[in-house]
């Protein structure tokens, strides 16, 4: 098994950046595929990025292409996921998740999870 704690999150303004976090521990992680996810209130939680065990492949939500990256250090066993540009719709509280067996932008398809960190952005 894997334990999972985001940090990184807060208030910004619009137009401003970023960096959550996404510590692991026990099973060591580069067991694992990871994902990023969001929920806003009254909202179905959204795949936002995903990142293979290894790193070589990542993929991204259309809503933060080009905006976001997810990146991994396997030996630090942390996922992040830079923001930038951010925008109020961007507001939700973000969950980190992991899965083994493949990248998946379903989150039922992810078996742990964080307890998730809010970001709030303000315009």
């Known amino acids: 098994q894997v334990q999972l704690v985001e940090s990184g999150g807060g208030l910004v303004q619009a137009g401003g950046s970023l960096r959550l976090s996404c510590a692991a521990s026990?099973?060591?992680?580069?067991?694992?595929?990871m994902g990023w996810f969001r929920q806003a209130p009254g909202k179905e939680r959204e795949f936002v990025a995903a990142i293979s065990w290894s790193g070589g492949r990542t993929y991204y939500a259309d809503s933060v292409k080009g905006r976001f990256t997810i990146s991994r250090d396997n030996a630090k066993k942390t996922v992040y996921l830079q923001m930038n540009s951010l925008k109020p719709e961007d507001t939700a509280v973000y969950y980190c998740a992991a899965r083994v067996g493949g990248v998946f932008t379903a989150y039922r398809a992810y078996d742990y999870w964080g307890q998730g960190t809010q970001v709030t952005v303000s315009s």
């Open positions: 026990g099973r060591t992680l580069s067991s694992y595929d």
